[in-house]
Nanobody, 112 residues
């Protein structure tokens, strides 16, 4: 079972940017889909973005135009670039692979 470790979260002002990273212990070139979810306080975990091994992407409506998911197979890392952040983006962001493995999450806090 692969291990996923997220990093890159932090405190940022509204309108700012963050890039989250998800380091994978195995080769991500063999993982069909990598994705990011998030969970805000008091809310259910929700889908953010996904990237297939073939390069197809899928985004939640709130992420379209602001977030970009990419993968670097050489570094076995998946990224989530988040721009134009809003206070409602405050959440713990989780990386997930298509086998169902999750990371521990990284906190993103956006101040108004």
């Amino acid at each position: 079972q692969v291990q996923l470790v997220e990093s890159g979260g932090g405190l940022v002002q509204a309108g700012g940017s963050l890039r989250l990273s998800c380091a994978v212990s195995g080769s991500i070139s063999r993982i069909p889909v990598m994705s990011w979810d998030r969970q805000a306080p008091g809310k259910q975990r929700e889908f953010v973005a996904a990237l297939s091994i073939g390069g197809n992407t899928n985004y939640a409506d709130f992420a379209k135009g602001r977030f970009t998911i990419t993968r670097d197979n050489a570094k076995n890392t998946v990224y989530l670039q988040m721009n134009s952040l809003k206070p409602e983006d405050t959440a713990v962001y989780y990386c997930k692979d298509s086998s169902g493995s999750w990371g521990q999450g990284t906190q993103v806090t956006v101040s108004s």
